[in-house]
């Protein structure tokens, strides 16, 4: 029959306690991973969306309009406002 002192079964529940709280931990840890990467491919998937807004935003606005939206030259057209009307 085997036998065991106190000392012996402390260092292996102390052994044991230390590889079941580094599994749980490394566990969390790659769930967490796995987690910040999806996020992380969610948000470059919406920020690609912002860009493509934007980019058509500021070429919408570098176009040259008339006051109204009407196609033409700021500068061949004459404003109301400010002439002294």
Do not use: C
């Not at 840890?29 to 998937?45: G, Y």
């Amino acid at each position: 029959m085997f036998r065991f002192t106190i000392r012996e079964l402390v260092l292996v529940t102390v052994i044991a306690g230390l590889a079941t709280g580094w599994w749980i931990d490394h566990r969390q840890l790659e769930l967490s991973r796995a987690t910040a990467q999806a996020k992380s491919e969610a948000l470059e998937a919406r920020d690609a969306d912002w860009r493509e807004l934007t980019s058509w935003l500021t070429s919408a606005l570098e176009k040259p309009t008339s006051g109204f939206g009407i196609p033409g030259n700021q500068q061949d057209r004459e404003s109301p406002v400010g002439n002294g009307r």
